[in-house]
DNA sequence: GCGACACTTCGAGCACGGTCGAAACATTGC
DNA sequence: GCAATGTTTCGACCGTGCTCGAAGTGTCGC
């Protein structure tokens, strides 16, 4: 029996797929609560809340509570970088990753990713938005540029509305590797594109499928 | 459900205390065989065997069968580098370990590793003898020194007998991060403080423990 | 060939840990 | 104060996977 750090405390807790996945989802760099986390790793709220219980005990994550909100992020960029180093190896030891079904692919296309859309739909949306200057994108953080408020109120979204969620925020797409659209401005965004019936989502599934026509129309008004 | 490469799957392979002790003792370098490995994991043959299989299938190990020999050994310098990772977050995170028992302490300075002595005093012993010359170590190959065979056939060793193993191997000690010495110079050592009754095993551990006149014999012939 | 050795596979037992619904707790807003 | 919302705790269920003894497979030495 060796001696030395307790390497298999801090791996079977990342080896459990819904930490995992909630870890995964913290490696956009922005703290996340119990609820969103619950959504990512796809189980039910005291599943979650007994994950990342787990989680702080073991101390790869830190808490910060801002009255009933309750922040959960990395607990610092040496933990990141165990996470990327073991990313690495699956990646470079599972290329015999399972073909995605027809769900999978909707899945990759388009999903919602706690209330706002997230998949090559809504990358390649966010990075027209940053190409057109409407936001601006500092690294990881995302603004509202000059010509945002016209923009939006033209969709009938009004960017200047007070809320206590921050208007934009980046949030890491894993199956691109690329930041999309979240906030409440993302949040608004994914709630014109079901009100006009431009897409739909896929019952029992975080997938969202567009139609012909309300693809065209998305398209248009934001990747235009 | 987050995608993408599924780190849980890899994490979970390392987060079993079996397997991270079989892989702990993988990164010294040295492939060992399915039996070395299972004494260090601490648990039976076909425990250990099943573990192997797992790591294999995940590709974190290479196998290399030599006659009735399969000496596993890690898939490379990225699966090392996860380790290291993990390992770094584990010493982080995990000052709180156990104050070492007794036993623990009587394992620290010395115990039996497969064959050879392992512990504070076999790191030691081999610091002594290559500063003595009487052993070679470049890097992490160790050689036999001029002096050698003079050296330990006046305890009655002969260093030329023809082995099928090596004569010398260096092996981690993962109690203190330094080498001490394996192969069957280090098993024949081990048979005359056996022998000579400068020590015996303590029973059910891999625990050794010197009396005093023995350990004053042992430190005059090897750390003298 | 045969025995000895190194290792793997099989089968069954068992425990740990993940899972969720319901309920308790905490904080905010009215 | 009370209702609404976000989160944790409790309790019970259930499955995965770790474990070992015994038997089977393959390789070496004589």
Known sequence: ??????????ASLVGDPARANMLSALMGGTALTASELALEAGVSLPTASSHLSKLMEGGLLTLASQGRHRYYGLAGPQVAGMIEAITGVAEAVGPKRVRPGPRDAAMRVARVCYDHLAGEQAVAMLDRLVDRKVLLRDDKEIRLGHSAAAHFSALGIDVEAKARRPVCRACLDWSVRRSHLAGTLGAAILDKILAEKWARREKDSRAVVFSPGGRRQFERVFLG
Chains 1, 2 share one sequence.
């Open 1 to 10: 029996m060796r001696e030395g750090p307790d390497i298999a405390r801090i």
